[in-house]
T-cell receptor, first 114, second 113 residues
Framework: NAGVTQTPKFQVLKTGQSMTLQCAQD?????MSWYRQDPGMGLRLIHY???????DQGEVPNGYNVSRSTTEDFPLRLLSAAPSQTSVYFC?????????????FGPGTRLLVL | KNQVEQSPQSLIILEGKNCTLQ??????????LRWYKQDTGRGPVSLTI?????NTKSNGRYTATLDADTKQSSLHITASQLSDSASYIC????????????FGAGTQVVVTP
C-alpha cells in the first residue's frame, strides 16, 4: 500500500512551458485534491475531485487544469508556466463518506519556474 | 485575511520540555478542526481531528483542545523529542462545501538537545 504518490519530486521549467504533475493513490479514495504551499502562507486549494469524472475549482485555480478519468489518478496540468507558479504542490486524498475522514498527503512536487 | 491564525510563528524548545501552540479561527460554518504535523520536505500528516462536540483529543504525546464558542484550539506537546521538530498546521473544515479546508500558516517548532 503506497498511499499517495507524486511525480516528479522536483522540476524546473521555463516561463511558458507546460507540464503535468502526476498524483496517484491506491486506497480507493473518492476525494482527491491539489494544493500549493508558499512560504508564510497556508496551503491553498487549487482543484479537487469527489470522484471519477467530477472535478471542481478551489481557491486558486487559474493557470491549472485537472481531470479525473480513474479513481486512482488525479493529474494537475500547468498550461503555460509563470514564475508566480513557483511553489510546492501537494496532492491529497480521503474517503468522502464522512467529514471526519483523515486526509492523506503525498510527498510533494517542488516546482521552480524561471 | 487568513481565517485561521496560528501563534507563535516559530518557537525553540529544549528536549524534554512541554510546549503549547495556538490556533484562532473565524471560519464558519464549522465542521471540524484538524492538526497536522509537517516534517521538512514532506507532506502534512494528520495528528487529530475534532468536531464541535469534542473538547480534547490526544494522539500519544500530542493533545489538542477545542473551544468552539471562542473559536480557539491549542496543541500541547508533552516531553518533546528531537523528532517533534516540524511545522504544525491548524486546519478548519466547513460544513457548507465538502472538502473545503482553511489552512493556517503553521508554527515551526525546533527541539534542541
Amino acid at each position: 500500500n503506497a498511499g499517495v504518490t507524486q511525480t516528479p519530486k522536483f522540476q524546473v521549467l521555463k516561463t511558458g512551458q507546460s507540464m503535468t504533475l502526476q498524483c496517484a493513490q491506491d486506497m480507493n479514495h473518492e476525494y482527491m485534491s491539489w494544493y500549493r504551499q508558499d512560504p508564510g502562507m497556508g496551503l491553498r486549494l487549487i482543484h479537487y475531485s469527489v470522484g471519477a469524472g467530477i472535478t471542481d475549482q478551489g481557491e486558486v485555480p487559474n493557470g491549472y487544469n485537472v481531470s479525473r478519468s480513474t479513481t486512482e489518478d488525479f493529474p494537475l496540468r500547468l498550461l503555460s508556466a509563470a514564475p508566480s507558479q513557483t511553489s510546492v504542490y501537494f496532492c491529497a486524498s480521503s474517503y468522502r463518506r464522512e467529514r471526519q475522514e483523515t486526509q492523506y498527503f503525498g510527498p510533494g512536487t517542488r516546482l521552480l519556474v524561471l | 485575511k487568513n481565517q485561521v491564525e496560528q501563534s507563535p510563528q516559530s518557537l525553540i524548545i529544549l528536549e524534554g520540555k512541554n510546549c503549547t501552540l495556538q490556533c484562532n479561527y473565524t471560519v464558519s460554518p464549522f465542521s471540524n478542526l484538524r492538526w497536522y504535523k509537517q516534517d521538512t520536505g514532506r507532506g502534512p500528516v494528520s495528528l487529530t481531528i475534532m468536531t464541535f462536540s469534542e473538547n480534547t483529543k490526544s494522539n500519544g504525546r500530542y493533545t489538542a483542545t477545542l473551544d468552539a464558542d471562542t473559536k480557539q484550539s491549542s496543541l500541547h506537546i508533552t516531553a518533546s523529542q528531537l523528532s517533534d521538530s516540524a511545522s504544525y498546521i491548524c486546519v478548519v473544515m466547513t460544513t457548507d462545501s465538502w472538502g473545503k479546508f482553511q489552512f493556517g500558516a503553521g508554527t515551526q517548532v525546533v527541539v534542541t538537545p
